[in-house]
DNA sequence: GCGTGATTACTCGGATACAAGATGTCCGAGTTTGAGCGG
DNA sequence: CCGCTCAAACTCGGACATCTTGTATCCGAGTAATCACGC
């Protein structure tokens, strides 16, 4: 088990739009270019942030991806739901009554890396990148 | 991103065993009826737990799986990586310095949900359902 | 009754087949910017 | 100087191609219990 590349890509690049943060979009060729990505392949990951609201796309000349309002809000685990889908991470596919006692302990063990996933935001990692430099 | 079936069969097959806990071993078809699975499909998830030393296998006729000497003290996170593997779910593909704090933030959580996970046993679970019944 | 061999029931391991999802590429279509040109 | 047109740069979305991994099956080999048979 293990995140896909895609969650690997759209992480980082949301934390290089959180650190920029500038007026104008940043266009997709020189965000692949900074993770090694065929830039159709990366803009096709995007896709699913801006479906999910977090940023915009500008088309056209000098267009690109842009953070949206109130993008300071975005937590990790946002982000992650938006490229994996939010099923969680076990269903016991055994109908052995009600409930399934494995079930509830792997779910409640998944809720506690989702608390800590939720608590975290883009918003403080680029903060604290910025006061380094 | 999920668990595989393959866990899934692996936990519910150690809870039957410890649930049931006799001296003869059980055999993998039963086994596996009770989960509708093909025999030979369980056999090969559950030489992983062989060889990771949780249960073992008697050959010949009325073989079958059983579990080994202080089986209680194995974890749901014990079986979890013997049939996922070790591997953590998320690996910063980027070289952009020492330390990613993507992969910071993302390694904290998951070791949340392992400290969860180490802490549940498979003989608390088998200990509560024998009290119910 | 007792040993010995054959049969049966079972696991083991490798090879293979199949399916699904992740990863990545290609291309046509639409959109915006900006430059060039004519009035 | 202004407005129009056209080319260039860019994203968007769908349709593929490829690769990896999970899932599952098949079969030959080995092993232990049990049964049958002969002494």
Redesign the interface.
Same mark, same amino acid.
């Given at each position: 088990?293990?995140?896909?590349?895609a969650?690997?890509y759209a992480?980082?690049t949301m934390?290089f739009l959180a650190v920029a943060t500038p007026e104008k979009p940043i266009g997709v060729q020189l965000l692949a270019e900074k993770?090694?990505v065929s830039p159709t392949y990366l803009s096709k990951i995007l896709t699913k942030l801006v479906k999910a609201g977090m940023i915009e796309s500008a088309s056209g000349a000098s267009g690109g991806y842009r953070l949206k309002r109130n993008w300071e809000t975005i937590s990790?685990l946002d982000i992650i739901h938006a490229i !994996?889908g939010t099923?969680s991470?076990?269903?016991?596919?055994?109908d052995h009554g009600p409930e399934c &006692?494995?079930q509830q302990?792997?779910l !409640?063990?998944?809720e506690?890396?989702?608390?800590?996933?939720r608590s975290?935001t883009m918003y403080e &990692?680029a903060k604290?990148?910025k006061n380094v430099q």
């Open positions: 088990m293990k995140y896909s590349k969650t690997n992480l980082h934390l993770q090694n990790f !994996e099923t991470l076990f269903d016991c596919s055994l &006692l494995i302990v792997v !409640e063990a998944e506690k890396m989702e608390q800590q996933l975290k &990692l604290s990148m």
